[in-house]
């Protein structure tokens, strides 16, 4: 590892101007390439306290040995230069983008003397036309099976045409009318190539002066009494217009522009584009890449931007770009795509309307390229395998953690306080392990005891198992098995001894908080107490990803193309959501307990039937005790209960029509009780309600 300080340059040397830089190792490799609009404070930032920099930044830094820098005179040329070198050494720690399929384009060999349209992937290759790229190699030749009826193109490979033409016979194409059969003379090469410029012209767009002279020529053909072609128009047009609907309309006027949405989390990013010509979505295509250098989206758009239209010039560059968020460059990049296009560019954000709503489509296109791609990691065998050696590895751990258990706790502003654990067996979710608990010794907010009690409580279950069956004992725990902080229907599911597993019986080889230190502190402090020494634990702190140990100063910082990072991500992941939702279904209920939820023993049956027999709360209440008996289901004993509950608990306050300020009365003319109401979300407002409602 080297010290940034050994190859600094001196103050001075670097220029106050536009340029790219480049970052050399020991070898004399290039390991990073960056541009900016002045190299003095950009080389400037890295070579500051190295606590300061982003952790991907402070490995660059000092796995380099030397930077050099090369002055332009634009932004726009660094943009340029920039590219060129990315491509040329392919540093280890920049973005690159990788497509998650190689996707396939609909191209038209316009260099050759008979042009073909055919299927082509892969590179872009000179003097073909593109189209696309497409999501599925059939959805082209369904296309172009239908347009070959209007435009009778060439299909065929090089040896088919060299073998036609020798013996004079075209293909079955020729034949049945989809082919002009340029290899045995029937058209001229110009005619041939102009078939092939009005079938691009097709596709780029240009459908509706196309369609509107072909009606022209049927009404014509009819008029003239030519009704066989008439007829052959008539289909044409059909099949044409059945070609155009494989296409949805998204833009009523002839748009032509790419939309670029970005979806990522802390170690990787995926890219969707969409293809819009002439108002239609003409292709789709995607990348994922890892973040291995400290990058924002803004970052990620600019990436993407250079690997798109890098190596394209004309048509092949749209007049306009919509993308999340602008580059930092924003007007230098937009002058670049316009060099490039040969024309005016427009980068830019929507705001609303139509694009809008694509962009949304887009957006959740490239979020789904994300989860596929993570889950496609999750469940490879072999990739799951690699995870657990090397979370064991990274851990010190004396072989693979089989059964990982993850905690978290959730709560809104110390309200409903819960916690999660999950269970990951073999690298998978086992979601019948799944726990869910409640914190019951404080109450407030304390992320710390909050887990200290959580572990305390799995791991004492646990131990009760294995009291159980002999194979441990009170004095070899050094704290006595007590019972009483644990929920009644854990202690109720076990109560019956069927022989079967028990939900606390096995123990995990590795324990996984959600925090830093201070969680994995109490969680260490819980086992001990316990006296359990051969449980690993951990805590993964979202915010940088960092693995903390039990004890240790610093974390532990696995690669950042580490598959056992993934999994612990994924982990913790599962948990934090799994702790989300029982946090918001016991909020929910809260929020609608009424006066009957304290009456013990009473189901919901039996709560619909005493409401529907009276209509109300309110004249439940006022009933007396024989009238409540008079209730299917509800004997004496239950409704002398009723009636103590109801005459304890207090009524309601009024409700009051916020939109008015009058009280809302029920048919008796007394003011209804106001059920209690949750707050709303964050990012949420709260509507005033409709005239007559109640809040």
Known sequence: MADPSSYRPKPGQIPDSPGVYKFRDEHRRVI????????????SSYFQDLANLHPRTRTMVTTAASVEWTVVSTEVEALQLEYSWIKEYDPRFNVKYRDDKSYPSLAVTLGEEFPRVQVMRGPKKKGVRYFGPYGHAWAIRETVDLMLRVFPVRTCSAGVFKNAARTGRPCLLGYIGKCSAPCVGRVTPEEHRELADEFCDFMAGRTGAYLRRLEQQMHEAAEAM?????????DDIE???????????VFNDATDADLIAVAEDELEAAVQIFHVRGGRVRGQRGWVTDKVEAVDT????????????????????PKEVLVPALPEDAPAVSQWLAERRGSNVSLRIPQRGDKKDLMAT????????????????????????????????????????????????????????????????????????YRRFQIKTFEGQDDVRSMHEVLTRRFRRYLQEKEKTGEWTEAETGAPLDTAAETSHEVAADAEDDGRPKRFAYPPQLVVVDGGQPQVAAARRALDELGIDDVAICGLAKRL?????????????????????????????????????????????????????????????????LIKHFGSVKKLRSATIEQICEVPGIGRKTAETVAVVLAQAAPAAPAVNMATGEIIEDDEGTAAAAPAVSPPERGQQERPPERGQQE
């Open 362 to 433: 887009v957006q959740r296109n490239a979020q789904q390229t994300l989860v596929l791609h993570k889950t496609k990691r999750a469940s490879d065998l072999t990739t799951r395998s690699r995870a657990l050696e090397e979370i064991a590895e990274a851990l010190g751990l004396d072989s693979a953690p089989l059964r990982i258990e993850c905690f978290d706790i959730s709560h809104l502003q110390g309200d409903d306080v819960v916690a999660s654990m999950v269970v990951f067996e073999d690298g998978l979710p086992r979601k019948s392990e």
């Open 226 to 234: 030519e009704y066989e072609k008439a007829g052959r128009l008539r």
């Open 298 to 317: 803004a970052g990620l758009v600019e990436h993407a931007l250079q690997q798109l239209y890098g190596e394209e010039k004309g048509d092949a560059v």
């Open 545 to 609: 990803e960092e693995v903390w140990l039990p004890g240790e100063d610093d974390p532990v910082v696995l690669p950042r193309s580490s598959e056992g990072l993934y999994l612990l991500q994924r982990v913790r992941d599962t948990a934090h959501d799994f702790a989300i939702r029982y946090q918001r279904t016991k909020r929910a209920k809260r929020f609608k307990a009424g006066p009957l939820d304290a009456v013990p023993g009473l189901g919901d049956t039996r709560k619909q039937a």
């Open 32 to 43: 990073y390439v960056g541009k900016a609009k002045s190299l003095r404070p950009r080389l």
């Open 239 to 249: 099949a044409l217009r059945r070609a155009l609907e494989k296409n949805a309309v």
